[in-house]
């Protein structure tokens, strides 16, 4: 079982005006990284520090856009489409998509520490609106975001498949010349939330809770929903970002432009990496609603189902 949690580890908070030495639980994940405890969550190697300075330092504009989600749920999906309702869809003869992978354009703000090149964007000059992405749980985002009226756009996706992207997604390159991570195992890590930005339940409720509350700041899209709407769903997002489509064919342009098969052909997408150690061609698999039905069994459905599917619908949430 990949769940033990060791003793706590020292770790530093980076504030505006100095600097705070904290414990925190550290664990293995997947007998390939150790993982950290902050707030309830699990993070990474190396995405405290930049969490901290995001929670502390960020100042966030009105006009500021914030993608947020949890790994594996969509989020290339997600930065390409805002990416083109925003910036690239007055002038879609700069294709943006064709010059650069679509993380290199929306940057994962904690991420940015292991960006192999200069990004274009820097994510604390507040000049001029911004696009960000992050996969922060809502309880850590800045004071500033939710104060503000700038808006976020968060992507939830139905576990099961979560869990099985992630799968595919960490084997490709933490054990390419190895045998797969046990599938068993996995499934417990996710369901006992020791994984990257788990627990899953816990990150999906937070955002959902809050789009309930707050429908005007937060939009919350469901995978599903936007494989089988697209065109319903993207102009939902456009509207909600001041950006209405104003022809049909501005939407059939747009999806296309951010199809998985589109993009996954594109020279920039079959080569080279945004984030070292992550091929771009890690980003770009399946992209199905369903099929974990070709990985799980009977009994890990049923157990992801029991731990983290009740949670989510005991407040109103189906995935």
Excluded at 129 to 153: F, N, Q, W, Y
Excluded at 251 to 260: A, N, T, Y
Excluded at 300 to 306: A, G, H, P, Y
Aim: charged content about 25%.
């Amino acid at each position: 079982m990949q769940k033990s949690v060791e003793s706590p580890t020292k770790m530093v908070s980076t504030t505006e005006d100095n600097e705070v030495e904290m414990e925190v639980p550290k664990a293995r994940f997947w007998d390939a990284m150790d993982i950290t405890q902050w707030e309830g969550f699990w993070f990474g190697p190396g995405l405290l520090k930049p969490a901290f300075t995001f929670r502390s330092s960020f100042h966030a504009r009105d006009d500021d856009v914030i993608l947020a989600s949890t790994m594996k749920t969509g989020t290339t999906w997600l930065k390409s489409l805002s990416l083109c309702i925003l910036k690239n869809r007055d002038d879609p003869k700069h294709d943006m998509l064709a010059m650069e992978n679509p993380h290199f354009h929306v940057p994962t703000i904690e991420s940015t520490l292991y960006s192999t090149k200069p990004l274009h964007v820097d994510i604390y000059d507040a000049s001029g609106p911004r696009l960000l992405h992050t996969h922060l749980p809502h309880a850590v985002l800045p004071d500033s975001i939710k104060e503000s009226g700038c808006k976020v756009v968060y992507m939830a996706r139905n576990p099961k498949d979560t869990l099985i992207s992630m799968w595919h997604f960490f084997n490709s390159f933490l054990r390419p010349d190895r045998e797969p991570f046990p599938l068993e195992k996995a499934v417990d890590c996710f369901c006992s939330g020791l994984h990257q930005y788990g627990p899953f339940s816990n990150h999906v409720a937070e955002y959902w809770l809050e789009s309930r509350k707050r429908p005007h700041k937060i939009l919350f899209v469901k995978y599903e929903e936007m494989k089988s709407d697209p065109k319903g769903q993207v102009s939902r997002i456009a509207d909600f970002l001041g950006r209405p489509f104003g022809e049909e064919e501005q939407v059939d342009e747009v999806l296309w432009r951010c199809s998985l098969e589109r993009l996954r052909n594109l020279e920039v997408n079959k080569n080279g990496s945004v984030l070292l150690n992550v091929p771009n061609t890690s980003y770009f698999r399946k992209g199905e609603v369903g099929d974990w039905k070709n990985y799980l069994t009977s009994e890990m459905e049923e157990r992801i189902d029991q731990t983290i599917g009740l949670k989510l619908q005991a407040i109103g949430l189906i995935l």
